[in-house]
T-cell receptor, first 114, second 116 residues
Framework: DAGITQSPRYKITETGRQVTLMCHQTWSHSYMFWYRQDLGHGLRLIYYSAAADITDKGEVPDGYVVSRSKTENFPLTLESATRSQTSVYFC?????????????FGQGTRLTVV | AQSVTQLGSHVSVSEGALVLLRCNYSSSVPPYLFWYVQYPNQGLQLLLK??????LVKGINGFEAEFKKSETSFHLTKPSAHMSDAAEYFC??????????????FGTGTRLTIIP
């Protein structure tokens, strides 16, 4: 199916474990983003990517790692999960830059770190 | 870096009443601005976007927003609220990074409740 999909939708993990959240888009969009959504903070940018093998930090990158070896995939890894990383994570993609480009969002991954 | 401020984390209006959700941006040049809506347990969906062609922007579901440079505002309005409008609304601004790439920065969101 065309679109942007995240997996898993729900994940519970223990403190200190490594966990990877997957994001896949079928449009070949250049840009991809990872956000976390927390009450009172709205959406905060973790990392983004302008193209394959090009990534950059966002507002809250500490504790996260990303890679983008293929245009369609943009996995987010929590190297050693902490309780403060309990959140809802959204992946997004957009075709390019400028006023006429829209970002498309996945359904989100609800991560709980216990 | 550019930012947006949404005034009011919660707004309640009666069904049929005017909806007004406030967003102010910080920028010395006209930015690219967006409003997104998030329904429960879903991702974000674009409502409308500001293009330099027109200051009054019409979006989906009867929403519109007016870009006012003098007030650095991009408030979202709808003349008559419907129960289906209950959701969380996010204002966003597109920001150029030092590498010349764009990234979206979101406000903290406004939860809209519709009173029957």
């Amino acid at each position: 199916d065309a679109g942007i999909t995240q997996s898993p939708r729900y994940k519970i993990t223990e403190t200190g474990r490594q966990v990877t959240l997957m994001c896949h888009q079928t449009w070949s969009h250049s840009y991809m983003f990872w956000y976390r959504q927390d009450l009172g903070h709205g959406l905060r940018l973790i990392y983004y990517s302008a193209a394959a093998d090009i990534t950059d930090k966002g507002e809250v990158p500490d504790g996260y790692v990303v890679s983008r070896s293929k245009t369609e995939n943009f996995p987010l890894t929590l190297e050693s999960a902490t309780r403060s990383q309990t959140s809802v994570y959204f992946c997004a993609s957009r075709p390019g830059q400028g006023e006429n480009t829209e970002a498309f969002f996945g359904q989100g991954t609800r991560l709980t770190v216990v | 870096a550019q930012s947006v401020t949404q005034l009011g984390s919660h707004v309640s209006v009666s069904e049929g009443a005017l909806v007004l959700l406030r967003c102010n941006y910080s920028s010395s040049v006209p930015p690219y601005l967006f409003w997104y809506v998030q329904y429960p347990n879903q991702g974000l969906q674009l409502l409308l976007k500001y293009t330099s062609a027109a200051t009054l922007v019409k979006g989906i579901n009867g929403f519109e927003a007016e870009f006012k440079k003098s007030e650095t505002s991009f408030h979202l309005t709808k003349p008559s609220a419907h129960m289906s409008d209950a959701a969380e609304y996010f204002c966003a601004v597109s920001d150029l990074t030092n590498f010349g790439n764009e990234k979206l920065t979101f406000g903290t969101g406004t939860r809209l409740t519709i009173i029957p």
